[in-house]
């Protein structure tokens, strides 16, 4: 139907970008992607060399053939998406039709599951115990200038000003053992707040390390007036199924996982779009419990839980962590 022209394939690739925008159908998704795989098959490099989902698409390709994404191609797809430079928004919407994929969504859903069971089993779960420090600038928006007391602690820091990729950057740079967020509004919680996400400010964040957690500003004023009172306070960050005053064992735990999924109402990820990376996203958790687990065993199922879609997504390392480790933008 193409052959090795160039043109008709970049026609018809505009055509299902239009389709799926259009429909939501993400059949469309997958369309796009065997359309490539299978000109790579018949090695039409005439295509192939410039369309710069190629590589992307092939690696991913081969993960969904063995059903798991391991440690070297995760490392290759991430290397993909941070090599994707400012300006390049249709080839972000591009892998995004890509990523939408069911089969490559199915893979990569799974291959998490897997990697989280693999942790938990192994107590390998990352924790952090530390004091409390107000950072100064309080924002942390500008050069800190606490460093000092800041080191080797947990730094407060309020949201607002900046992106919080930027503060976290500084703090860590500070030497922090980790950071609390927390929200400036004075009404807002995590009971009647919707979640959202903790956004870049458009470059990597591969480098930022260090353990990132959101608190609402009810919350977080718990936290504040203990600072107030005490002149020192100590917390501890670690996975749900470390809780204080829960000894949970392994067999019991159940397991827990948050899926963010994102539909842009447009194609927001073309030029000159200003929407940022991150909204319109609906935060889904999965409970399966130890009752479930033994009746799913059995054939009868698992059941889950959705919340409601929020304007952000979470915190990587803050859904898993306390205290009220609910992430943010």
């Not at 200003?274 to 479930?292: C, D, F, H, M, N």
Request: aromatic share 4%; glycine share 6%.
């Amino acid at each position: 139907m193409i052959g090795r022209s160039v043109k008709l394939y970049d026609m018809v690739l505009q055509f299902l970008r239009t389709l799926f925008l259009r429909t939501r159908n993400v059949h469309y998704c997958t369309l796009r992607a065997e359309l490539l795989m299978s000109l790579h098959d018949l090695d039409v490099s005439e295509i192939c060399s410039v369309d710069p989902c190629h590589k992307f698409t092939w690696c991913l390709d081969a993960c969904i053939r063995e059903k798991f994404v391991d440690a070297k191609r995760a490392r290759e797809l991430q290397g993909f998406l941070d090599g994707v430079k400012k300006g390049q928004e249709q080839v972000l919407g591009d892998l995004s039709m890509i990523l939408c994929d069911p089969f490559a969504t199915n893979t990569l859903v799974l291959s998490t599951v897997r990697n989280l069971q693999e942790l938990v089993s192994q107590d390998a779960l990352p924790r952090v115990k530390g004091s409390v420090v107000k950072s100064a600038p309080y924002t942390a928006c500008s050069a800190i200038t606490n460093a000092e007391e800041l080191r080797g602690r947990i730094a407060l820091a309020v949201r607002g000003e900046c992106m919080f990729a930027s503060k976290a950057r500084r703090l860590q740079e500070a030497g922090v053992a980790g950071v609390i967020f927390i929200d400036q509004g004075t009404d807002s919680s995590s009971e009647g707040t919707p979640l959202f996400q903790m956004v870049g400010d458009g470059g990597s964040t591969s480098e930022i390390s260090v353990p990132l957690v959101f608190l609402f500003s009810k919350e977080g004023q718990v936290l504040l007036d203990a600072l107030e009172e005490h002149s020192s306070v100590e917390v501890l960050l670690l996975p749900r199924n470390k809780q204080l005053g829960q000894d949970i064992k392994k067999k019991d735990r159940p397991l827990v996982m948050n899926v963010n999924v994102r539909l842009a109402d447009e194609w927001d990820l073309q030029a000159g779009s200003s929407r940022q990376l991150g909204e319109g996203i609906a935060t889904v958790e999965l409970v399966l419990e130890p009752e479930e687990q033994r009746e799913e065993s059995q054939g009868l199922g698992s059941s889950s839980t959705a919340s409601d879609p929020s304007t952000g997504a979470q915190a990587e390392p803050s859904d898993s962590q306390q205290p009220c480790a609910q992430p943010a933008p």
